[in-house]
């Protein structure tokens, strides 16, 4: 309590405070982490329109696989798959990541995402917050929980997307 009068009255004596005032202030405290981003590990994602993730019998699969290579994504979400229901996709897309996605309403081979995510993450697909071209995903990190998306809309799409109702 002393150390924040005298630096009050550091304060309104010199206008300035000296350097030291708050490093034993930091001191004294007791309870300041020296790097509380440590607790988490960094998450990386990355985005890509890809125009066609199944062209050439899914040839741009390893472009995604040699970019990957250098910056280890925890999330790579793609738009414009081209995917639909009679497309079979091979199973893994890439290694240690798990795909999913979201065609286009019409189930025709234009639009759409896929996200990418690995497998050790802890994420949660939410088909109740998802809607057409739309892919909504929660992570839970620590007590934090973060929303992800991946959304595609074409400028020929007019309509809006669905309301939601607060209940």
Known sequence: MYIVVLQIFCHKITKIIPPWLSIILIILANDVETNPGDRFQKKSFMNWNLNSIVKGNFERIPLIEAHNSVYDYDLISICETNLR?????????????NFIHANHPGNVSHGGVGLFYKASLPITHREDLSFDECIVCELKLGRKNIFFTALYRSRAVKSAPPAFVNC
Do not use: G, K, V
């Open 85 to 97: 229901d009679s497309i079979t996709i091979p199973e893994p897309l890439l290694n240690e990541y």
